[in-house]
C-alpha cells in the first residue's frame, strides 16, 4: 500500500466556517507534510511533521492550524479563511525525517475554495 | 540558499520526438535533485532522483537525467513521446532544515504533446 489518502476531495466554505482537511497514510512514514499549491504554480511548504512532532512552520498564518494525533494522520485545520486562500492542499509523506534524499509520496489533494 | 530555475514555462513536442526539460539548479552543498510529475488533478509523482551516486539517472516511465555539476544543470529527457507523457513537471531540491526534509520547487514546466 503506496497511497496517501486525503479527504475531503473539494470542499467550498465560507470566511467564518470552520473545517478540517485529513490526510492519512499507513506505509510506517514518519514525516507528514502539507503543501499549498495555488493554480499554475508549484507546490509550497506549509508544515512538516517528524515523529509527530512539528519541526518545520514557514510562517503560516495562524488560521491554518496543522495537527498530527498519531503517526498515520494529519489533519489541517481551517478557520476564518480568506478567498485568496482558496488552492490546492497536498498532504505528503516520507519515510525518515532525516533522510534528504528520500522521497515523498503525496496525496491527489483537496481543492479548497473560500467564498 | 537552494533553488531551482526550469526553463521554459511550456514544451510542446509531437509524438515520438525527443523530450528535453531544462533544470538548473543553485546550492551551496552537493544537491539532491529530484523531477516529479504531476497529471491534471492529481498529486505529484516522483520520476526520479539524483543522491551523489551515477550521474546519470533513469526513472519511470522511460525518463532520464543527467547531474552535471559543471553546467549546475540536471535536465530531464525521454528519447520518445508519448501521448500519456502530457503533464506539469516539476524539478526539486532537497534541502535539511532542522532535521527535517523540505523540497523546494521550481515553477514547473508543462508538457503538450501533439499528435
Known amino acids: 500500500d503506496t497511497e496517501v489518502t486525503q479527504t475531503p476531495k473539494h470542499l467550498v466554505m465560507g470566511m467564518t466556517n470552520k473545517k478540517s482537511l485529513k490526510c492519512e497514510q499507513h506505509?510506517?512514514?514518519?514525516?507528514m507534510y502539507w503543501y499549498k499549491q495555488k493554480a499554475k504554480k508549484p507546490p509550497e511548504l506549509m508544515f512538516v511533521y517528524s515523529y509527530e512532532k512539528l519541526s518545520i512552520n514557514e510562517s503560516v498564518p495562524s488560521r491554518f492550524s496543522p495537527e498530527c494525533p498519531n503517526s498515520s494522520l494529519l489533519n489541517l485545520h481551517l478557520h476564518a479563511l480568506q478567498p485568496e486562500d482558496s488552492a490546492l492542499y497536498l498532504c505528503a509523506s516520507s519515510q525518515d525525517p532525516g533522510a534528504y534524499t528520500g522521497e515523498l509520496f503525496f496525496g491527489e489533494g483537496s481543492r479548497l475554495t473560500v467564498l | 540558499a537552494q533553488s531551482v530555475t526550469q526553463l521554459g514555462s511550456h514544451v510542446s513536442v509531437s509524438e515520438g520526438a525527443l523530450v528535453l526539460l531544462r533544470c538548473n539548479y543553485s546550492s551551496s552543498v552537493p544537491p539532491y535533485l529530484f523531477w516529479y510529475v504531476q497529471y491534471p488533478n492529481k498529486g505529484l509523482q516522483l520520476l526520479l532522483k539524483?543522491?551523489?551516486?551515477?550521474?546519470l539517472v533513469k526513472g519511470i516511465n522511460g525518463f532520464e537525467a543527467e547531474f552535471k555539476k559543471s553546467e549546475t544543470s540536471f535536465h530531464l529527457t525521454k528519447p520518445s513521446a508519448h501521448m500519456s507523457d502530457a503533464a506539469e513537471y516539476f524539478c526539486?531540491?532537497?534541502?535539511?532544515?532542522?532535521?527535517?526534509?523540505?523540497?523546494?520547487f521550481g515553477q514547473g514546466t508543462r508538457l503538450t504533446i501533439n499528435p
Open positions: 526539486a531540491v532537497s534541502a535539511a532544515r532542522r532535521g527535517a526534509q523540505k523540497l523546494v
Open positions: 539524483y543522491t551523489s551516486a551515477a550521474t
Open positions: 506505509m510506517g512514514h514518519r514525516a
